[in-house]
């Protein structure tokens, strides 16, 4: 009994720091997706170990409760016979099929008095994995001046991808409340797939045990000094989207003539072969052709060095790094004067295109 009042207690500190960390404030939201028994281990749609997401959703509802802010519960709630199922067309066993039991709330998830419900999916050809696909989710959350919506639940590469884009869409703010999600990963890197582009179009992510990291809004020129990088490299940081900074970065690339020869997704890449969850992470061969003709003559084997390697890559906070690889570096590996000079020339105008960012 003792022991139950002490966690109590401990719990609610928990719950209260939790509030502070995500820095709740009016304009906040929480939108839990697809909770329900079907979704869970045992269920006929089972996510792996969605169960272990319950107890942080509970500290997640309790804190948005406390501070009295909108709480949304999404389900799915399909009529027997809905199109996603096997027997009719789809490729899924059939779940939360309305008034079933498979469809009813995991057992142990604390659902506070003031949570609104939103169903959907609700008609036999209606499919939706975005919550804001055929609800009203997005007009209830502009009369309630929603600015900025967390997520949490089940499954991070259908459910919660779907919203999360919808939702950049609308113009919200999102933080994925990384420890309260799980996905199915059916083929290996489907999930770190699903977070990176939820990343890309510019949701952030909160994990309690990094501290806070919940700046979803957008602002750009954080830091835009160049600073160097080891002794091969500089770059900047800057809070933008992912896919708009590669944008910005290939514009500045040509406007000062060079070309982008090479692009490699990094991310996609070892997220298909180890099924490893790395950040958005691309490569870029920068290349000017007239003066990669130069260097080339000057000394043929210098290909091996080419192209000039720009790197954009997000870090857990939503910081974007662009870092490129220093020219001057060439110099201190070849005795050529004049690979020394197209190295110098190369340097200043990737100076300047990252400036110009
Ligand atoms: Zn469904």
Same mark, same amino acid.
């Given at each position: 009994m003792?022991?139950?009042?002490?966690?109590?207690?401990?719990? /609610?500190r928990a719950r209260r720091s939790l509030g502070k960390e995500l820095a709740l404030?009016?304009? +906040?939201?929480?939108?839990?997706? #697809?909770?329900?028994?079907?979704?869970? *281990?045992?269920?006929?749609?089972?996510?792996? =170990?969605?169960d272990e997401i319950i107890a942080p959703i509970n500290d997640y509802l309790a804190a948005f409760d406390e501070?009295?802010? *909108?709480?949304?519960?999404?389900r #799915?709630?399909? *009529?027997?016979?809905?199109?996603?199922?096997? =027997?009719?067309?789809?490729?899924?066993?059939?779940?939360?099929?309305?008034?079933?039991?498979?469809?009813?709330?995991?057992? +142990?998830?604390?659902? *506070?008095?003031?949570?609104?419900?939103?169903?959907?999916?609700?008609e036999r050809d209606q499919s939706a994995y975005s919550v804001f696909d055929g609800t009203p989710l997005h007009v209830i959350l502009k009369t309630a001046h929603v600015q900025r919506l967390f997520v949490a639940g089940v499954a991070i590469e259908y459910g919660i991808h779907g919203s999360v884009?919808?939702? =950049?869409d609308h113009g919200l703010d999102v933080v994925v409340l990384l420890d309260a999600v799980r996905g199915v990963n059916r083929e290996r890197g489907d999930e770190s797939r699903a977070l990176r582009e939820m990343m890309e179009c510019g949701a952030t992510f909160f994990e309690p045990k990094h501290g806070p990291m919940t700046h979803a809004r957008v602002v750009p020129g954080?830091? =835009?000094?160049?600073h160097p990088i080891e002794r091969y490299g500089f770059g900047i940081q800057l809070t933008l989207p992912f896919a708009e900074a590669v944008a910005r970065v290939v514009q500045a690339l040509q406007d000062e003539g060079f070309g982008v020869v090479s692009d490699i997704d990094v991310a996609a890449t070892l997220g298909s072969k180890l099924g490893v969850h790395v950040w958005p992470y691309r490569i870029l061969g920068a290349c000017d052709p007239t003066l990669a003709h130069r260097a080339i003559e000057a000394q043929p084997s210098i290909g091996m060095l080419l192209p000039c390697n720009v790197v954009v890559r997000q870090d857990e906070r939503a910081v /974007?790094?662009?870092?490129?690889? #220093?020219p001057g570096v060439l110099s201190k590996l070849t005795e050529q004067t004049e690979i020394a000079k197209i190295a110098r020339e190369v340097r200043r105008r990737l100076r300047k295109a990252i400036h110009r960012i």
């Open positions: 003792q022991h139950n009042a002490v966690t109590g207690i401990a719990r /609610v404030q009016s304009g +906040d939201a929480l939108l839990v997706v #697809d909770m329900q028994r079907d979704f869970l *281990p045992g269920g006929s749609c089972a996510v792996p =170990r969605a501070r009295e802010l *909108p709480i949304f519960l999404s #799915d709630w399909h *009529p027997a016979g809905h199109l996603s199922f096997k =027997r009719y067309g789809g490729n899924l066993p059939a779940h939360c099929v309305q008034e079933t039991s498979g469809a009813e709330w995991a057992e +142990d998830l604390q659902i *506070p008095s003031s949570a609104r419900v939103i169903s959907k999916a609700s884009l919808s939702a =950049r954080s830091r =835009r000094v160049i /974007v790094h662009i870092e490129a690889m #220093d």
